[in-house]
């Protein structure tokens, strides 16, 4: 900033003034309405983040269905599923990287509208809202018409979770904030 | 992740600038708290030095901490903090002086149209920034904003009435109500 553009010693003097003033305290009204801003921003609505993670969801996860069906399901023709080729692993292995791949692109997806402080709530209450989405995720699904056993869909259930919390917990926060850093 | 480490108020303030901005970039709002404590009152007194009223002083010491924390992120703890908030306030504060001068070139360029018609408004210009700015305070609140929106913000009469809750043809007349009292103010005929 004003270092890479102001001579060293000028920003410097500059400095040391600042660090040899005298403080004037700002309004107690005004401290108080920053320390609350403060606390606001560092801890965003959850019901905020879930919106923004529902909503990337919906888009993500219905876009997913193109090159993987859940349980059948899919609006699109595309005649491709990766469901097939996850069948050759066999029927439980396919629903645990269904489940997988659907909730995980997602998951990912929203680091790009989530910000930092968002990002680490959502990581902090991963388990709650993950199962939130699995079980939104699941009755919407059934209610398009999937058909699917008790034992497979616990088994979808089991891939959905490790899904969601992989990016969460197996990828650094770093990239969230190169994001910002180069905003 | 965030677990809540077990620092008494005393330890708190204790901790050094750099530890307190982890805590922070971790989500723990007592080592803002201490930060804005340390700083708020050096970071005031410096923009009240720089001229600035005590309203924009506050207005920046906001804007300070909000930068502040959305720049956490990109703060790293291995450098000293106390630059780098100087820096970015400092930044801020160029960034505001800048926008003030070009308010007010703007707004007495905006206003110029239609006060500046005759030879006692060139003057006026020319003499009379200031005065200019004296006059637009002393009108009601009402008038001011309108004023301000219509030729600060070049925003339409109906934009105007809406942001106000007020209708158009009220908003007109504040407008013009405004500038006839400017006039009147600095010495014009009506």
């Not at chain 1, 388990?127 to 999937?146: E, Y």
């Amino acid at each position: 900033m004003d270092k890479k553009t102001l001579p060293e010693n000028q920003w410097l003097k500059a400095f040391n003034e600042f660090t040899t003033l005298d403080k004037i305290e700002p309004p107690q009204y005004l401290n108080d309405q920053i320390l609350k801003q403060a606390q606001e921003r560092l801890n965003p609505k959850g019901s905020v983040i879930f919106s923004k993670l529902l909503l990337v969801h919906t888009f993500v996860g219905t876009l997913s269905l193109a090159v993987c069906d859940q349980f059948g399901v899919t609006p699109f023709r595309t005649g491709f599923s990766l469901s097939h080729s996850f069948m050759a692993f066999g029927h439980g292995i396919c629903m645990i990287l269904c489940g997988f791949l659907f909730i995980s692109l997602s998951v990912v997806t929203s680091w790009l509208f989530l910000n930092p402080d968002e990002f680490r709530l959502m990581k902090k209450r991963s388990p709650q809202h993950l199962l939130f989405l699995i079980a939104l995720s699941f009755a919407t699904l059934k209610f398009f018409g999937a058909e699917v056993t008790w034992s497979l869909a616990s088994l979808w259930f089991l891939g959905a979770f490790m899904g969601g919390l992989f990016p969460l917990v197996g990828l650094p926060l770093a990239l969230a904030q190169t994001r910002h850093s180069s905003q | 992740m965030n677990r809540e480490p077990l620092l008494t108020p005393k330890e708190w303030t204790q901790l050094e600038d750099e530890d307190l901005m982890i805590y922070y970039q971790a989500g723990h709002i007592q080592a803002f708290e201490v930060l804005y404590k340390r700083y708020s009152g050096r970071l005031y007194a410096y923009f009240l030095k720089h001229k600035l009223n005590p309203e924009g002083a506050q207005d920046l010491l906001q804007e300070v901490f909000a930068r502040l924390h959305r720049s956490k992120e990109q703060y790293n703890p291995a450098q000293p903090f106390l630059p780098w908030l100087f820096t970015l306030s400092r930044h801020l504060l160029f960034d505001h002086m800048k926008k003030s001068e070009t308010i007010v070139n703007k707004r007495s360029q905006s206003l110029e149209p239609h006060l500046l018609q005759n030879k006692e408004a060139v003057d006026l210009q020319t003499n009379g920034l200031q005065d200019l700015q004296v006059a637009l305070a002393q009108l009601p609140k009402n008038q001011q904003r309108a004023l301000n929106m219509r030729y600060l913000n070049d925003w339409s009469f109906e934009k105007i009435a809406s942001e106000m809750g007020a209708s158009p043809q009220g908003v007109r007349q504040w407008v013009s109500r405004g500038l006839r009292k400017i006039k009147h103010l600095m010495g014009e005929e009506i």
